[in-house]
């Protein structure tokens, strides 16, 4: 069955641009739920808990039709949760290197640009949902917004960095300023796990 992962940094290793209430809160709470739900979901199904999350959102057509809008809520929320944990970290270097640093750079224009396009995404979102950053089947970056827990997985695309910008991700610190939780949100940006997660996406099937 599926888990809630551990993260490798304490609640309130990201103040003070995430806080430790909100933290402990979206992992112990929100995510938590999403892994319940997606394993109660599967349950008719067990075969399914043999699988990585990615792999059964890359193939939704596979999942039974009476479960498939619980597995894309469910799963996605807990796929997408599991990649925010982990391209976060607490004194991250500042900037992006190398290959992943060159790709922005033809992409976007420059590092500045992207994160303006990025945050622009992210402000975009309607209600609930994500901004990503991610590589698409030809190998190149896009940023793409998603509304509630879709996943890019889902759409054939392996997202490198994505931001939560549902309010249960900023509201006990920032309330409706989503503007200023991203701006901080930039702080906590692990941009060792981004590298390595785009040197991987280049050699995926």
Same mark, same amino acid.
Do not use: C
């Given at each position: 069955?599926?888990?809630?992962?551990?993260? &490798?940094?304490?609640?309130? =290793?990201?103040?003070?641009?995430?806080?430790?209430?909100?933290?402990?809160?979206?992992? %112990?709470?929100?995510?938590?739920?999403?892994?319940?739900?997606?394993?109660?979901?599967?349950?008719?199904?067990?075969?399914?808990?043999?699988?990585?999350?990615?792999?059964?959102?890359?193939?939704?057509?596979?999942?039974?039709?009476?479960?498939?809008?619980?597995?894309?809520?469910?799963?996605?929320?807990?796929?997408?949760?599991?990649?925010?944990?982990? /391209?976060?970290?607490?004194?991250?270097?500042?900037?992006?290197?190398?290959?992943?640093?060159?790709? /922005?750079?033809?992409?976007?224009? =420059?590092?500045?640009?992207?994160?303006?396009?990025? %945050?622009?995404?992210?402000?975009?979102?309607?209600?609930?949902?994500?901004?990503?950053?991610?590589?698409?089947?030809? &190998? &190149?970056?896009?940023?793409? &917004?998603?509304?509630?827990?879709?996943?890019?997985?889902?759409?054939?695309?392996?997202? /490198?960095?994505?931001?939560?910008?549902?309010?249960?991700?900023?509201?006990?610190?920032?309330?409706?300023?989503?503007?200023?939780?991203?701006?901080?949100?930039?702080?906590?940006?692990?941009?060792?796990?981004?590298?390595?997660?785009?040197?991987?996406?280049?050699?995926?099937?």
């Amino acid at each position: 069955m599926f888990t809630l992962p551990v993260l &490798r940094y304490q609640y309130n =290793s990201l103040e003070p641009y995430i806080d430790e209430a909100t933290m402990r809160i979206h992992h %112990t709470k929100h995510h938590q739920a999403y892994v319940d739900n997606l394993n109660k979901a599967l349950e008719k199904y067990p075969d399914f808990y043999k699988k990585p999350i990615e792999e059964i959102l890359s193939d939704l057509e596979a999942v039974p039709e009476d479960i498939r809008m619980a597995v894309i809520n469910n799963g996605g929320g807990h796929a997408n949760h599991s990649l925010f944990w982990e /391209i976060m970290a607490p004194n991250p270097k500042k900037q992006p290197e190398g290959a992943l640093l060159d790709a /922005i750079n033809s992409t976007f224009g =420059s590092l500045l640009a992207f994160k303006e396009q990025f %945050t622009q995404k992210a402000m975009g979102v309607f209600g609930s949902g994500w901004a990503f950053l991610i590589v698409t089947p030809e &190998r &190149r970056l896009s940023l793409k &917004r998603h509304s509630f827990q879709n996943s890019p997985i889902s759409h054939g695309n392996i997202p /490198i960095l994505g931001i939560d910008v549902w309010e249960h991700a900023y509201y006990l610190k920032y309330q409706n300023r989503r503007a200023e939780y991203i701006d901080a949100w930039w702080n906590v940006v692990n941009w060792e796990e981004v590298e390595n997660r785009f040197k991987r996406s280049l050699h995926s099937s």
